[in-house]
Each structure stands twice: as structure tokens, then as C-alpha cells.
């Protein structure tokens, strides 16, 4: 696995995360019918918030990114993307298991939402997220905090 590290994200990062996005969901979208080029970045771009998003740099470039939004019971991970590179080789576990064990010291239930039919899914499968709810394009997971951190 590369050498890699997350930092506070900018405004100046939406364009870069907006453009990662669109590369990384499209197959998924286009699979569910839904791939727009232009909504995709949009989306991103509408609901970007660069206190609750870290970059991920790979070498000192921006490798990818993800958040974690305070919500009233928990927090929503979102914009959790890697470049495709460097998808597969323990990254993705790594940012995600840095962000999980912070959110179990506190206590804190975690919740996110994947597409359907999503290799991802797997991902959060194995860390503890469980389907809540399903539509025709999201699957909606959440995890409780893991009690042995929690507790210790």
C-alpha cells in the first residue's frame, strides 16, 4: 500500500473531488440508469463542506477524499472516493478504519449511504455497517460503535 495521509479539506479541493467523483460513480450509475455528467459534479459541488472533508494524499497529490458530517444522532460518512488506481490495495480500510475507531471513542453511530450493487458495500459489510433501509437506488447502512473501544 502507498504511503498516504488525509488533511483538512478547501474550498479550493471541490473542483479536484467533484472530478473524482464523476470518474469513480460512473459505472455504478450508469448500471442504475442515472449517470448525468453534469449532476454528478453538481451534486458534489452543491453539497461540498470543507470543514467535515479531509483530502487523501497519496505522495503529496490528491489521491481522494472523504467526509464526516455531524448529524443529530450520529455522524454521515460521504464522499468517500479513491482514485481507481489505488482502489483494492487496503487504502480505502485504512482511511476507514482511522475515521471509525475516532467515531468509536466518542460513541458515535456512523451512517452512510452506497448505489445499489456497489462493490463498496463490501467495504463497509466488513467493518460493521448494516443495511437500515433500501430504495431503488441507495442502500442506506449504519454501524454503532464498536463497544470494546468504546468501553476501554
Known amino acids: 500500500?502507498?504511503?498516504?495521509?488525509?488533511?483538512?479539506?478547501?474550498?479550493?479541493?471541490?473542483?479536484?473531488?467533484?472530478?473524482?467523483?464523476?470518474?469513480?460513480?460512473?459505472?455504478?450509475?450508469?448500471?442504475l440508469g442515472r449517470y448525468d455528467e453534469q449532476r454528478v459534479r453538481q451534486r458534489l459541488r452543491d453539497g461540498f463542506a470543507p470543514a467535515h472533508t479531509w483530502?487523501?494524499?497519496?505522495?503529496?497529490?490528491?489521491?481522494?477524499?472523504?467526509?464526516?458530517?455531524?448529524?443529530?444522532?450520529?455522524?454521515?460518512?460521504?464522499?468517500?472516493?479513491?482514485?481507481?488506481?489505488?482502489?483494492?490495495?487496503?487504502?480505502?480500510?485504512?482511511?476507514?478504519?482511522?475515521?471509525?475507531?475516532?467515531?468509536?471513542?466518542?460513541?458515535?453511530v456512523v451512517r452512510l449511504n452506497v448505489l445499489r450493487g456497489s462493490p463498496a458495500r463490501r467495504l463497509y459489510e466488513r467493518h460493521g455497517f448494516t443495511r437500515e433501509t433500501e430504495g431503488p437506488v441507495d442502500v442506506f447502512m449504519v454501524r454503532e460503535p464498536a463497544a470494546a473501544v468504546r468501553d476501554s
Open 55 to 108: 483530502a487523501i494524499e497519496v505522495d503529496g497529490a490528491f489521491a481522494g477524499c472523504v467526509s464526516l458530517r455531524p448529524a443529530e444522532d450520529g455522524h454521515w460518512l460521504e464522499h468517500f472516493y479513491l482514485a481507481p488506481h489505488l482502489q483494492g490495495a487496503g487504502m480505502g480500510t485504512a482511511v476507514l478504519r482511522e475515521l471509525l475507531e475516532r467515531c468509536d471513542r466518542d460513541g458515535t
Open 1 to 31: 500500500m502507498a504511503d498516504w495521509k488525509m488533511r483538512s479539506a478547501s474550498v479550493a479541493d471541490v473542483e479536484a473531488v467533484a472530478e473524482l467523483r464523476a470518474l469513480v460513480l460512473r459505472a455504478d450509475l450508469e448500471r
